[in-house]
């Protein structure tokens, strides 16, 4: 018996040793990617903060360092160069308009109101924040980005509902608030145009129903269903 128990012991001390050692081994591994993930998303913040202050084209690598207290080696251990730190702060953009759609989805009853939702929550971003504004303005890709993501959402949006078939409807709709978008965005808080985006929205909900050939009646209603969501929603729908 006392040798088997020492059997058994001398097995499992090394056993134990080894998962103790793999614990370890996985809380240094979870350790060094929560700081990598840190100090990127530092540099990802300092960068959001001097595209607002100094625009896209002139905000330079060496900038972004600076501003993040970090090395150009730094830089490029996360980003291949600042295309693509745009491109990740996009995805972030994309990840929050998602979370909002999903958010409010299950609460409007008809596909309608989902696409009045859906434009709401697009246009308040590229307006609201000076950042996403920016980049929307001055950067062509970004439209192209944000009008690519808004036309698949609305396929998929589409594909649920027998009355939307067809693959040129998201198209025509993209195309509808893209272009108007644009150019609304263009003159936003000039003269021409109030900073109230209460005027805005209406005005491309209603454009991206027509575009979709939505019957006059129907798009009365959806702005009087929306409407009425908006005023007890405002807490999820301007965040």
Known sequence: MTNEKHSTNFLADPLARQIDGNKLAKKRVDKNK?????????????????FIKKGWNKTTIRDIVAEAGTSIGNFYFYFSNKRALLESILDELKNDIRSDIDLIYSSLPTTTAKLAATTF?????????????????????????????????????????????GAEIPRYAALAWEGVSMILLDYYDTKEF??????????????????????????????????????THTHLLMR
Do not use: C, H
Not at 34 to 50: F, P
């Open 194 to 231: 109030s900073n109230d985006i209460s005027e805005l929205i209406p005005f491309l909900i209603r454009w991206n129903l027509k575009a979709i050939e939505t019957p006059a009646e129907e798009i009365e209603e959806t702005m009087k269903t929306f409407m009425q969501y908006l005023v």
């Open 121 to 165: 929550i697009l246009i308040n971003k590229l307006t609201q924040s000076p950042l996403y504004a920016n980049l929307f303005k001055g950067i062509p890709e970004t439209r192209t980005t944000v009008a690519r993501y808004y036309r698949e959402g609305l396929k998929k949006l589409f594909e649920n509902d027998p009355g939307m078939e």
């Open 34 to 50: 929560e700081l990598k993930d840190k100090r990127k998303e530092e540099i990802q913040n300092s960068a959001k903060q001097l």
